[in-house]
């Protein structure tokens, strides 16, 4: 079962430099489109201590991936006087800040941005969370829910999105020091005839002295296989297409994985330094298709969604 410590927060209202970020990809079952929800905190010390409450310390982003059709934005700041956060380390997680917040199985929201009006409020579970990555100080990449069912309701300019299930997709936590100089990761969730779903979490970004992070985690059919031996095949990153393929193998098990999205199905957005020196690109794909091929002892499988993927290429 999903750990609550992985949602559990990491920044002190001291810490001058560091951003943490809770997050949900939800992928409508009616296949009409992607949510994608931030939850941000960014150098709350800072803020606290200078005009940094100018550069919006506490955020709330909204993103809709319509299907055929360009993606929408829409971010809200706040200054760290309305946050109500829970201590570090300590559960149960909250994070509130005016009427949006995030906890460890629900998530609501309500955003006035430039015309538009965004509301939600969402019920989350799952079977299996991880950790993809923990360097302590420097960083982590979790997922608490890695294959999350999703129900409720989402509001957007009059359009109502509502049902039980709602949808499919990841809540995930990241935290850093600093975002990495590059990194490429992916969530593909594929649903099973018999109620449950198989997921596959991949990331690779950039260490110092050359070297680099490596981990892809599949779950499939109960049973969760890490792999640290990720070889790409394939990397496309570009304005109009991006495309990630890869095998990885663990024994007697192995798998090979493509994950794929272009044109209006691309969103990219500039993500602010920590060290607030400027701003970088990050494509995300919030409807990306996926394949992957899992091969084991008298087992060949093939699995695909047409728009149940999230791709992820930040830096350059």
């Given amino acids: 079962m999903p750990d609550p410590r992985l949602n559990a927060v990491y920044s002190s209202r001291s810490m001058t430099r560091r951003y943490e970020v809770w997050f949900l990809r939800c992928g409508l079952a009616?296949?009409?489109?992607?949510?994608?929800?931030?939850?941000?905190?960014?150098?709350l010390g800072r803020a606290a201590?200078?005009?940094?409450?100018?550069?919006?310390?506490?955020?709330?982003?909204?993103?809709?991936?319509?299907?055929?059709?360009?993606?929408?934005t829409f971010i809200q700041g706040f200054p760290t006087d309305q946050l109500d956060l829970s201590p570090r380390h300590q559960?149960?997680?909250?994070?509130?800040?005016?009427?949006?917040?995030?906890?460890?199985?629900?998530?609501?929201?309500?955003?006035?941005?430039?015309?538009?009006?965004?509301?939600?409020?969402?019920?989350?579970h799952s079977n299996f969370g991880v950790t993809l990555s923990n360097k302590g100080w420097i960083g982590f990449s979790k997922s608490?829910?890695?294959?999350?069912?999703?129900?409720?309701e989402i509001n957007f300019d009059g359009q109502r999105f509502s049902a039980d299930p709602l949808g499919f997709g990841v809540?995930?936590?990241?935290?850093?020091?600093?975002?990495?100089?590059?990194?490429?990761?992916?969530?593909?969730?594929?649903?099973?005839?018999?109620?449950?779903?198989?997921?596959?979490?991949?990331?690779?970004?950039?260490?110092?002295?050359?070297?680099?992070?490596?981990k892809a985690v599949l779950w499939h059919k109960g049973t969760a296989t890490t792999f640290k031996n990720l070889r790409e095949s394939e990397i496309?990153?570009?304005?109009?297409?991006?495309?990630?393929?890869?095998?990885?193998?663990?024994?007697?098990?192995?798998?090979?994985?493509?994950?794929?999205?272009?044109?209006?199905?691309?969103?990219?957005?500039?993500?602010?330094?920590?060290?607030?020196?400027?701003?970088?690109?990050?494509?995300?794909?919030s409807l990306a298709q996926a394949t992957i091929r899992i091969l084991a002892k008298n087992r060949d499988e093939s699995l695909q969604t047409l728009s149940g993927a999230v791709l992820e290429m930040g830096g350059s």
């Fill in 91 to 124: 559960l149960p997680f909250r994070f509130k800040v005016a009427d949006n917040a995030i906890d460890e199985n629900s998530c609501r929201g309500n955003l006035s941005v430039n015309g538009h009006s965004i509301s939600w409020n969402l019920r989350n």
């Fill in 171 to 214: 809540q995930g936590h990241n935290c850093g020091y600093r975002h990495r100089t590059f990194w490429r990761w992916m969530h593909a969730y594929f649903p099973q005839p018999e109620g449950s779903a198989t997921t596959l979490e991949a990331l690779i970004y950039d260490l110092p002295f050359g070297f680099l992070f490596r």
């Fill in 30 to 43: 009616n296949g009409s489109g992607a949510w994608w929800f931030r939850y941000l905190l960014m150098n």
């Fill in 236 to 285: 496309v990153h570009r304005e109009e297409h991006l495309k990630w393929a890869f095998v990885a193998n663990r024994g007697d098990l192995s798998f090979n994985a493509a994950i794929e999205a272009s044109d209006a199905g691309i969103h990219r957005l500039p993500y602010i330094r920590t060290n607030c020196s400027g701003s970088f690109p990050v494509s995300n794909a």
């Fill in 144 to 152: 608490p829910h890695s294959d999350a069912i999703f129900s409720g």
């Fill in 49 to 72: 201590r200078s005009a940094e409450n100018a550069k919006m310390p506490v955020q709330v982003w909204a993103t809709w991936f319509p299907r055929d059709a360009q993606p929408q």
